[in-house]
């Protein structure tokens, strides 16, 4: 990676848009190859001391965009929104996620959909890793991919199974050999606008296959023939729900709640069919899986009370398969941050009484209520509160020994939390107060 690094950009003058953890891994791997002298880091927050202590230039404030087309190439973070259009720069627009899949491509698992990515990545790198593959893990879980790269050149065997956001998708023009789309549900309309160009987005994880590569997919998604944009057809893999059924996963014996992951665990042991796993090491790293926290996460129990985190739900859809997934819920806490995203399927779902207690908060909470009440839905046991504290207390008054609280707040947390893993952190705080 260094070496192409070093021959691609060499003489270029090199901007660093957004220096968060995933910029500042850019860097390193900017300077390793010899390009120090040509990098300014911009963004909107103050990074002068930390780019004068790297012997970069900097732009900060609000107008650290302004002027990228004074400059070659922009190595863009996943988390920055441009300004302007795309196509409207003359400056070249990259990103590590792009470089990455293009120097390794015939090695990376692509994975991406609106739920479950975390889940299906680390369980996939989980069973890759306990039945014997070398395998690394990063992108949109939390680890920059060009943290993988020295390990990546190091051996030719290894494998990425890679999480990519919408927003690492968005302007890429290069797909990796296996590319995965989990689902996809309304989300990021804040700064798409539209399900149509969020969508979009999302499908530049198998725009550009190749033939000979291996696309999987949820069967009510399967792209039309145009939507491969090389001209060529990569061999697509549809999951269908009955081969969850068909499965024979030992539920009892395993840590993942919810028809939901059982989908994910039926994508991954497709997946796995590539790299020659069998059933005995699948099933055997599979009851071995612990999940991610915050994820329908048993946090405590109290009087017979059980007390679960599903704070990473952000939409309508992961908030009702929570209900349906762990046993005897009767109390629910939703809301969050207003992201514009429709909530009538859900809020049909908590007219129907699937839980006797329902504690709407903050914003998305309000806007709920009052839309459930223009349709004439709103019933005895739901109530309205300012936030998660206040929740939490009516939580505690009307959940009864032998039934179970889930906090699912099907919104964002940003705006009240710094993000959806405080929130978690701040539930599971509060239950035990």
């Not at 070093?6 to 010899?34: H, N, P």
């Not at 991610?292 to 908030?319: C, F, K, M, N, W």
Request: hydrophobic share 35%; charged share 30%; net charge negative.
């Amino acid at each position: 990676m260094i070496d192409r690094l070093k021959e691609k950009y060499t003489g270029k003058s090199i901007v660093i848009l957004g220096f968060g953890r995933e910029g500042k891994s850019t860097l390193a791997i900017l300077q390793k190859a010899g390009l120090a002298d040509c990098i300014t880091i911009a963004d909107k927050i103050d990074v002068s001391e930390t780019a004068k202590e790297a012997g970069c230039r900097y732009i900060c404030g609000d107008d650290y965009q302004k002027t990228l087309d004074d400059y070659d190439v922009v190595f863009k973070s996943p988390g920055i929104v441009l300004e302007r259009e795309y196509d409207s720069y003359k400056c070249i627009i990259t990103s590590q996620t792009q470089e990455f899949t293009e120097a390794y491509r015939e090695r990376i698992i692509g994975i991406t959909g609106t739920k479950g990515k975390s889940t299906t990545v680390t369980l996939l790198h989980h069973i890759l890793r306990e039945s014997g593959h070398k395998v690394c893990l990063g992108g949109n879980i939390g680890i920059p991919v060009f943290e993988l790269a020295e390990d990546m050149s190091a051996d030719d065997e290894m494998l990425a199974v890679v999480e990519l956001s919408c927003h690492q998708l968005e302007y890429m023009t290069v797909s990796p050999k296996w590319s995965v789309l989990i689902n996809l549900y309304e989300e990021h309309l804040d700064h798409y606008g539209t399900f149509e160009k969020y969508i979009a987005a999302k499908k530049h994880i198998y725009a550009y296959c190749k033939q000979g590569d291996k696309f999987f997919c949820k069967d009510d998604i399967v792209p039309e023939k145009e939507e491969f944009l090389t001209g060529e057809m990569p061999d697509i893999v549809p999951i269908s729900c009955e081969e969850v059924e068909n499965l024979k996963i030992p539920t009892e014996d395993i840590k993942l709640l919810g028809k939901h992951n059982l989908f994910n665990v039926a994508l991954v042991h497709e997946i796995i069919r590539e790299f020659s796993v069998g059933e005995n090491d699948f099933i055997k790293a599979l009851i071995s899986y612990n999940p991610l926290p915050h994820r329908l996460q048993l946090v405590y129990e109290e009087a017979g009370v059980r007390y679960y985190d599903d704070s990473i739900s952000t939409i309508g859809e992961t908030t009702i398969q929570a209900v349906k997934s762990v046993k005897n819920v009767q109390t629910i806490l939703v809301g969050g941050m207003d992201r514009g995203i429709v909530y009538d399927d859900l809020e049909e779902f908590l007219s129907s009484r699937p839980v006797k207690n329902i504690i709407l908060m903050y914003e998305t909470g309000k806007r709920i209520y009052d839309e459930m009440s223009k349709k004439n839905m709103c019933r005895s046991g739901i109530v309205v509160v300012d936030n998660l504290e206040e929740a939490v207390k009516k939580a505690k008054e009307v959940t009864v020994s032998g039934e179970a609280c889930v906090m699912s707040p099907a919104a964002a947390s940003y705006g009240y939390f710094k993000n959806f893993e405080e929130r978690g952190e701040v539930f599971s705080r509060l239950v035990r107060m």
